[in-house]
């Protein structure tokens, strides 16, 4: 914990002048789209934003069965952490892609698989974070948590897949490994550059987050007066 | 690579499409709504950290 400490301010400045010029660049310098105008240009926004949302929620489920399997108490600390981050994140999706959706499907909101199954993750980040907060034994709300999480962890693939499994209003993926980016260069790498700059600003988050968590449940511990 | 998409502070500001239509305050309101969360949660935690930091001294 110590060496990630020390390695915050790195990523933290890093991240955001990568973040900030790639958003500039998106904004100002890339030209307009041709079916979609200007408003295009939330992507550099939104498409960081979900794609953070649902990493985040794939490391929370690493790290819950790190701690079922191997009884590492940090890791369910870092579960803990990552879920408010989490919940922040997929609000800004969400908001931003209702934003986006006035402009270019003329509705901020449909009952589409890809917007409700990204609703039900925000609804599940809440609900994670409230139950664990509900418990007055905290070894009992960790497991909850853990097992919780896990069985979440099924909606992922399925956000992910939502646009291919049904017919859906939200455009399929720009980018996959696989295929050729559907999006032109000249609009891709300030894409690339905004995704890798929120990764490590949400990163810095977590890590303040993590904190936070240690902080708040090693308090009576004696070595965390050398942490402070 | 670099061509600027705007000639003036009105034109970023209102990001009139080829349509017609005004999309700057769709974007300006989603840039206004991402960087106003993030600012709060990195507020909320260093204020929270320090708050708890000083009651453990």
Same mark, same amino acid.
């Given at each position: 914990?110590?060496?990630?400490?020390?390695?915050?301010?790195?990523?933290?400045?890093?991240?955001?002048?990568?973040?900030?010029?790639?958003?500039?660049?998106?904004?100002f310098?890339?030209?307009?789209?041709f079916?979609?105008?200007?408003?295009?240009? %939330?992507?550099?926004?939104?498409?960081?934003?979900?794609?953070?949302?649902?990493?985040?929620?794939?490391?929370?489920?690493?790290?819950?069965?790190?701690?079922?399997?191997?009884?590492?108490?940090?890791?369910?600390?870092?579960?803990?952490?990552?879920?408010?981050?989490?919940?922040i994140?997929t &609000?800004?999706?969400?908001?931003?892609?209702?934003?986006?959706?006035?402009?270019?499907?003329?509705?901020?909101?449909?009952?589409?698989?890809? %917007?409700?199954?990204?609703?039900?993750?925000?609804?599940?980040?809440?609900?994670?974070?409230?139950?664990?907060?509900? &418990?007055?034994n905290?070894?009992?709300?960790?497991? &909850?948590?853990?097992?919780?999480?896990?069985?979440?962890?099924?909606?992922?693939?399925i956000?992910?897949?939502?646009?291919?499994?049904?017919?859906?209003?939200?455009? !399929?993926?720009?980018?996959?490994?696989?295929?050729? !980016?559907?999006?032109?260069?000249?609009?891709?790498?300030?894409?690339?550059?905004?995704?890798?700059?929120?990764?490590?600003i949400?990163?810095?988050?977590?890590?303040?987050?993590?904190?936070?968590?240690?902080?708040?449940?090693?308090?009576?511990?004696?070595?965390?007066?050398?942490?402070? | 690579?670099?061509n600027?998409?705007?000639?003036?502070?009105?034109?970023?500001?209102?990001?009139?499409?080829?349509?017609?239509?005004?999309?700057?305050?769709?974007?300006?309101?989603?840039?206004?709504?991402?960087?106003?969360?993030?600012?709060?949660?990195?507020i909320?935690?260093?204020?929270?950290?320090?708050?708890?930091?000083?009651?453990?001294?």
């Open positions: 914990m110590y060496q990630v400490s020390r390695a915050y301010p790195y990523i933290f400045y890093f991240s955001l002048t990568l973040y900030l010029l790639s958003i500039f660049w998106g904004l310098l890339t030209p307009e789209d079916v979609q105008g200007n408003s295009y240009r %939330i992507i550099y926004l939104h498409v960081p934003a979900s794609f953070i949302s649902q990493s985040l929620y794939m490391a929370m489920a690493i790290a819950s069965a790190i701690f079922l399997i191997w009884k590492v108490k940090l890791s369910v600390y870092l579960v803990r952490s990552i879920a408010p981050i989490g919940a994140t &609000f800004i999706a969400l908001v931003s892609g209702s934003i986006w959706g006035l402009p270019t499907w003329g509705t901020w909101w449909v009952w589409d698989a890809r %917007i409700v199954s990204t609703l039900i993750l925000f609804i599940m980040y809440l609900g994670l974070i409230s139950l664990h907060d509900s &418990f007055s905290h070894e009992k709300a960790d497991k &909850f948590l853990s097992v919780l999480v896990l069985v979440g962890s099924v909606n992922i693939p956000i992910k897949m939502s646009v291919e499994w049904w017919s859906t209003l939200h455009q !399929p993926a720009s980018i996959t490994i696989s295929d050729k !980016p559907a999006i032109d260069l000249i609009m891709l790498y300030p894409l690339f550059g905004s995704i890798i700059g929120f990764t490590g949400v990163t810095c988050l977590v890590i303040l987050s993590s904190k936070l968590q240690i902080l708040k449940r090693e308090r009576n511990k004696s070595w965390i007066k050398s942490y402070v | 690579m670099f600027n998409a705007f000639n003036s502070l009105s034109e970023v500001f209102l990001m009139q499409s080829q349509n017609g239509q005004n999309h700057g305050i769709f974007v300006w309101s989603v840039v206004v709504i991402v960087f106003i969360s993030i600012l709060a949660t990195f909320f935690y260093k204020k929270n950290i320090k708050k708890i930091s000083k009651k453990l001294k």
